[in-house]
């Protein structure tokens, strides 16, 4: 079983910054892809970014593209969502999600999900 836990979610104003955490128990770690997706009240859940098993291909939504960067340590399994100069909008709850092979960009794609942290960004 896979278990996914995101964490470092926050309350922050707006130009700051926050680093979420997303901690995978998985034995083959490696072998998996991961994406980060954001929820707000009301909208559907789509995706920030995601970041493919080996670390070298990531893709990162226009919204976010300059101001957020996706990583991962395969020693420690876990992956990364850095967040800079964040606005209003930003806020939302975030999700974690794994999927083995390539990372794709529909909550469809990914089997295996956090519960969830939520990222506030005061103006």
């Known amino acids: 079983q896979v278990q996914v836990v995101e964490s470092g979610g926050g309350l922050v104003q707006a130009g700051g910054s926050l680093r979420l955490s997303c901690a995978v128990s998985?034995?083959?770690?490696?072998?998996?892809?991961m994406g980060w997706f954001r929820q707000a009240p009301g909208k559907e859940r789509t995706i920030v970014a995601a970041?493919?098993?080996?670390?070298?291909?990531?893709y990162s939504a226009d919204s976010v593209k300059g101001r957020f960067t996706i990583s991962r340590d395969n020693a420690k399994n876990t992956v990364y969502l850095q967040m800079n100069t964040l606005k209003p909008e930003d806020t939302a709850v975030y999700y974690c999600?794994?999927?083995?092979?390539?990372?794709?960009?529909?909550?469809?794609?990914?089997?295996?999900w956090g519960q969830g942290t939520q990222v506030t960004v005061s103006s």
């Open positions: 998985a034995r083959t770690f490696s072998t998996y892809s």
């Open positions: 970041i493919d098993w080996s670390g070298t291909s990531t």
């Open positions: 999600a794994a999927r083995v092979g390539n990372w794709g960009s529909s909550t469809r794609d990914y089997p295996y």
